[in-house]
């Protein structure tokens, strides 16, 4: 959690594309004077490390990302969630925008109701919290009271669902330098991160999606939901119940039994598994921030902003490597793999070759859970497997030299679920049974 002191409230934040624009440019003239100072002071000192350097920029970073927030901020908390994608001082920092980051003013909240609905928050609560209790990357949240019942009104940043697309043009830049991505890869993302993230930003959507998920689910064995109440919601702001429990970090420092560890990661498990192989449709931002854990090992879920939707022609294919079957027939390997967007037709046969076993590789591992029947997520040795094959993608030049981008842009959000998920579960250290609604055969 972040120290109380670095998160202040903003008066104020950049709306228009010039003003954001410009908060970029002074951060990029910031970073460049700290690689100037370091390097100076290197001369001086040779035992100075690039660890001062990159806390230096990572805290420059974010300090511009809590401002401008949106669509900028959200790209520094997904990628906080990879512990091997940034270095130590990038990922601690950006953890922050999971949990908090620095709130609006309450009289800029007060402005969003009188837009929203002609009235003040005083005019619908009977008490409602000046301070945000809680702040992240498209809201903030407060709690709120009436007659007796206890409600968290999430209050949407102004500007933010007008900025998306700018926003993206602008962070571009620094996802393709700190990530070593192609401008080519991030093109064929960009759409559909665009259109989830036009969808966060609509609270009457998202009403809508937690309502359904939240019926479809209710027989699932130790979770809850909120409910939500649409007379105090509309486009910008969304009301719903108080729910109680703690976040993951602060959960685990209550020393939970192994028992409780496990109840809580069948409990994420199950929930997961019915979305995506039965609803085909999926919460598909699996990050601590959006969970609350209950000493009984019971789960509440609190955000349904980021929802995927599995188109069924693509369901069918991400899903048929989990057969064990795949990979004992080369034909049909070589058929779910140009579905997939690992190989292509006009690929060479040394490439094809290259990628088949390297993809292959990559769902082995990746899939291991599936066909375990119990699976110790708490094993640091799978995941030092998984983090291991990162690097080496990372590292490959077939890989970077590649004039395709390997992989589906419907996979995009999946693969990040199934990531979130896996790591969610492995700091629980959770032991469970991985049986899924999926057909194996």
């Not at 619908?124 to 498209?138: Q, Y």
């Not at 665009?194 to 998920?213: C, F, P, R, S």
């Not at 992989?407 to 995009?412: H, I, N, P, T, V």
Request: hydrophobic share 40%; charged share 25%; proline share 5%.
């Amino acid at each position: 959690m972040p120290d109380e002191k670095e998160v202040k409230n903003l008066d104020s934040m950049p709306t228009t594309k010039v003003q954001r624009a410009t908060k970029f440019m002074q951060t990029g003239v910031k970073i460049g004077g700290n690689y100037v100072k370091h390097y100076a002071k290197k001369l001086v000192d040779s035992n100075t490390t690039q660890a001062e350097l990159h806390a230096n920029n990572a805290k420059d970073i974010y300090n511009a990302l809590s401002e401008l927030k949106g669509s900028a901020l959200k790209v520094a908390q997904m990628m906080s969630m990879d512990r091997n994608l940034l270095p130590s001082a990038y990922q601690e920092k950006f953890t922050m925008a999971q949990y908090s980051a620095p709130p609006l003013s309450y009289p800029l909240v007060v402005k969003t109701f009188a837009s929203a609905f002609g009235k003040t928050p005083a005019d619908f609560f009977d008490t409602f919290t000046k301070d945000a209790v809680n702040a992240a990357s498209i809201g903030q949240v407060h709690r709120a009271t009436k007659d007796g019942q206890v409600f968290a009104v999430k209050v949407q940043y102004p500007g933010v669902a007008d900025s998306i697309a700018s926003d993206l043009r602008i962070v571009k830049p620094f996802a393709v330098q700190l990530l070593g991505l192609t401008e080519r890869d991030i093109d064929m993302y960009m759409t559909e991160v665009q259109g989830m993230l036009v969808a966060e930003t609509d609270y009457e959507l998202e009403l809508k999606n937690a309502v359904h998920i939240a019926a479809q689910c209710a027989h699932i064995p130790n979770l809850f939901f909120p409910r939500y109440y649409p007379e105090y919601s509309s486009k910008r702001i969304l009301t719903m119940d108080w729910v109680p429990g703690q976040h993951l970090n602060e959960f685990l420092l209550t020393n939970p039994t192994q028992a409780v560890r496990n109840q809580l990661g069948q409990a994420l498990w199950d929930f997961y598994d019915y979305q995506m192989h039965v609803m085909h449709m999926v919460h598909a931002d699996p990050h601590p921030g959006n969970f609350l854990l209950q000493p009984d090992g019971t789960l509440g879920i609190i955000d349904f902003g980021c929802v995927k939707v599995i188109p069924e022609e693509y369901y069918k294919k991400h899903f048929r490597v989990i057969s064990p079957s795949i990979f004992k027939d080369e034909a049909t390997l070589n058929q779910v793999f140009l579905d997939l967007q690992f190989i292509y037709e006009d690929d060479t046969p040394q490439l094809k070759r290259l990628f088949t076993d390297l993809f292959s590789e990559m769902v082995e591992l990746t899939i291991k859970p599936f066909r375990s029947g119990e699976f110790d997520f708490g094993s640091e040795d799978y995941f030092q497997q998984l983090y291991n094959f990162g690097e080496r993608l990372a590292k490959m030049d077939e890989l970077k030299k590649s004039k395709k981008p390997r992989g589906s842009k419907d996979a995009l959000y999946l693969n990040r679920t199934y990531f979130g998920l896996y790591s969610m579960l492995n700091q629980l250290g959770a032991k469970i049974s991985t049986k899924t609604s999926f057909d194996l055969a």
